[in-house]
């Protein structure tokens, strides 16, 4: 089962009642996707790019998609993004989800709503600049044939997921990026740093987000 939850910043997060997970952190939903992914990630690499190709693991409530989006069409940047998710929200949850009524988002309400609805394996292009593909494939056993610059890895914790912070899938991915590719990610766990750094990726730490000490990022 899982219920809506306000988070620290006024923004909505969805916890699974089961395992007493969530989505995003409970100091703020917007605020973590923010300080991790667009910040950390997105404009860190921007700053030597016009167009960049984007994996996600997972898509969760399409919050990192939204605020990419957004930040697209901001600074005119072309965005190819490819996002796999292996459990879906059901609409009705999503329609719950508050992030469009704040942080001047209020412009993309109808995008947010049509990344939801879009088909899975299908792309569907938002605006002028941003591509989106929805995968609903276990990235385990899935074909990575785009080259990334970029990976916002948003899986739930090790705790959760662990055969999704593991070394072969970092080097699944490494092999699939560019030269110069970042990838981020919310969790500093040394397990998580050690099978990063055995991929290939020369990794760092950076100050986490609110109500978390330290993030961490990883250059190929």
């Not at 990192?64 to 901001?74: D, G, H, I």
């Not at 072969?168 to 110069?180: D, G, L, P, Q």
């Amino acid at each position: 089962m899982q219920t809506i939850e306000q988070t620290g910043d006024g923004s909505i997060t969805i916890r699974n009642t089961g395992s007493g997970v969530t989505y995003h952190s409970v100091h703020g939903a917007i605020s973590e996707s923010m300080h991790v992914f667009i910040n950390a990630g997105l404009d860190f690499l921007a700053k030597t790019k016009t167009s960049i190709s984007i994996l996600e693991l997972g898509f969760g409530t399409g919050l990192n998609a939204l605020l990419t989006y957004r930040y697209s069409v901001e600074k005119s940047l072309s965005i190819c993004y490819e996002a796999f998710e292996l459990f879906p929200l059901k609409l009705e949850l999503v329609e719950q989800l508050n992030y469009c009524s704040l942080d001047n988002l209020k412009s993309c309400t109808s995008v947010f709503n049509e990344m939801h609805k879009a088909d899975w394996g299908r792309v569907r292009v938002f605006g002028k600049n941003f591509e989106l593909k929805k995968r609903n494939e276990d990235i385990i056993e899935a074909e990575l044939n785009n080259n990334f610059d970029l990976i916002y890895f948003d899986a739930f914790d090790p705790v959760h997921q662990p055969q999704l912070w593991t070394e072969s899938v970092f080097r699944k991915i490494y092999n699939a990026s560019n030269e110069h590719a970042v990838l981020v990610t919310y969790s500093s766990k040394g397990d998580v740093r050690r099978a990063l750094t055995a991929a290939g990726f020369t990794v760092e730490k950076l100050k986490g987000a609110p109500g978390k000490r330290e993030m961490l990022r990883a250059l190929k």
